[in-house]
Each structure stands twice: as C-alpha cells, then as structure tokens.
C-alpha cells in the first residue's frame, strides 16, 4: 500500500532503495515527479534539502514526471562517475560528476517542467506571494531575481517559484511549486546573511555554473502549495552593483511582450498562453526595476505596491 | 510569406477568425493564431486589419477609407505610409492579397 509522508520521516535506506528501484514519488505543487538513480549525494540532498517535502516509495497513480539520474555510460557508473539527467527526451545534458547529482537533479526538474508542461502557462520568473496577491519577477539568469525572492520571503511572503511562475490556463491564477532557491557565487552568502546558515545547503562546488547552493523551502511554504494567488505586481528587475535604483511603470502591453519570450512553452500552448499572459494583468501593474542592492530592491518594491494600491483608491 | 512588391490594383483581405487582439490605450496586441506569434499594432495598422476584414481594398481605397475613419488628411496619412504598413502587416500573416 501506497502512504504519503515526508522525507525526514524516511530512513536512508528507504531513499535509496526506492530510488533504486525508480518508485520514489515526490509531490510537490500540481506536480507528482518519479524519480530514479540512486546515488549518495543525492540522496544527502534529498534529505537536507527537500526534507519537509511529500513522498511516496511506491506509487500506484500517474505521474507528470519521470526523472533518471544516470550514468552517461556503462563505464561512468563505475570508473569516476557520472551523472546526467533524464527526463525522458532528449535534452542537451552534461554528464557532471556524481558530487554534483543535486544539480542534476535541479536540473532535469527544471526541464521537464519547462519543456513538457501543458497545465500551465510557465514563465521563467520567480515568485512570492502574501494574502493581497502575488509578485512575479521575470528576469535573465544573474539579475538578482533568486535573491530578491530570497529577500522577500524574509519579509513574510510565501514562496511560489525560484524558477517559474506556473500560471493556470483560463483563470490566469498562479499555482505554487516551491522547490529550493538556487544561489549561485556571490548570492550565497547574502541569502546566507538574510535566511540564517540553517536555511542554506551544503556547498557544490565547482560546478559548470560556479559554486552552487539552495536556499530551502520552508515546511509552510510547501503546506500551503495547493493554494493560489493572483498576480497584484509584475516586474522585470536588474540588479547591476553600484547602479541607482529607478523604477519605471510599464504598460500592459510592454509587459506582455516582454513576458511572452520569458515562457518556455508559449509555443506549446499558443492561443491559450496568450489569453492567460494577458489575463494576469487583471489586477495587476508591472514596472521595471534597476538596482545596486537587495535594500534599494526592497524600496522599489513597497514603492510600487503603495502606487498601485493608490492609483486603486 | 510575404506577397512581395505592393502594386495598387492588389486587393488585401484579414479575417478575424486568424487573430485575437487585445486593446490597450489605442494600442492593439494581436495574437496570430497561424503563427503563434504576437504583434503590437498602432491604431492605424490595427485600422487596417480590421476595414480589409468585411471587403477586399486596394492600397488607394483603403488610404480614403482610413483618413475618413480616422478624420486624417492626405498629409497626415500618405499613400505611401498605408503601402508601407500593409507591407509590414503582410509579413505578419494578418492580411493577404486576394486572389482573383
């Protein structure tokens, strides 16, 4: 019989060998991820990091996902192995060494759900939320958006996404998936500075994107993921060191055409992704921000949000 | 594809079964369903989607027709600008030369 509990409440043995077997079923958000390739690292990742998250070791429903951590080949299981991810298409996949299966892991999660994902509009963006709606911040990779989600769930927000916002088809409502903020090189120790060191995991070091850590979900965070919000801000932030901060409200239609190739699977979904990018704008604005610190971010944001709570009056 | 050069006596059709556009501040976002391509139109490009949806026009007619609409004079909308933009919309998919 199938029962749904939490990593820190299995043994290790129990991890390892349901990912053996390729029957451990991690819940999280809307989606139900299998999982394969045993390995130690991983298996330390899971337990550190994704802890207070739902498991099952023998799942008798359907999946979304199904992801096999994998040698590359015969001989790198053995002799220095390696590890790719296998989300089961082809994707252009570095083989890393074992030490780095988190990032594998991490890695295959994200392309599964960016490249297979029909439920939801996904948009490459990070997301927070309180009970007035949530913040969507679309930026390029190294434009301070982990660690201004990081900075904002300081603040009371729940987290949504480090890495996509998952809006629902039709009603254009965001979904949670709050999986662990990735902090690349210099945003380990800010994130370290804000969240406190028992929230930030071990080190990977030396990984093709630099040192690599996470900063975990917390227990209510990932509680709470089955409820939704409406976006109520839209940003686009940059974060460049020693630049001033400046904000600039973006109208509806500039914001739209800067989220549309922020979506990996606008494509995909076309019509339907279309009419749902338009739809988050409902009840909210969207403003670009420039900044050369997390603090200067902040003020933009309550900048932004007194505004339109204003312009609303 | 686009049609190629524009000469006068091409008449130019849309539909809107082939696009949804979404109004902002008489601006237009317009969504081709061909495509999946989404495109931001001023009200004069959008102008001319939506007066070659009911009949096929020329360059020239659609000209008179838009500067009646719009209550533009010949200055303020050339012949040359209508055979620029029908240009430019052609090669977005959302209108095309009729044929005969």
Known sequence: MSTVTRVSDLSRREIRSSLREGSLLLHLGPFAQLISGSSDPLIDFLQDTYRDCQVELFPSDVTDVHLNLRAPNILRKFFRPQVVPDPGFEVPAVPLPIEMAPLAFEMGLNLSVALKCCRFVTIHAGVVADKDGAILMSAESGSGKSTLTAALLERGYRLFSDEFALVGLGDAVLQPYPRPISLKEETIPIVRELAGDEWISPIVKGSPKGDIAYRRARRSDIDQSHKQAKAKLILFPEFEPGMRPYKRRLNTAEAILRLIPASTNFGLLGEQAYLAITRLFDDAVAYELSYGSTEQSLSLIDEALQERDDHAA | ?100
């Open chain 2, 1 to 100: 594809m686009a049609a190629g050069p524009i000469t006068d006596d091409m008449k130019w059709r849309s539909s809107s079964d082939g696009y949804i556009a979404t109004e902002f501040d008489d601006t237009y976002l317009v969504f081709v369903k061909a495509s999946a391509e989404t495109h931001f139109l001023n009200f004069l490009s959008f102008g001319i989607v939506t007066e070659t949806e009911s009949v096929a026009q020329t360059a020239t007619e659609l000209a008179m027709n838009l500067r009646r609409r719009f209550e533009l004079t010949d200055e303020e909308l050339t012949q040359e600008l209508v055979s620029l933009t029908l240009s430019e919309l052609d090669d977005t998919g959302l209108i095309w030369p009729e044929t005969v």
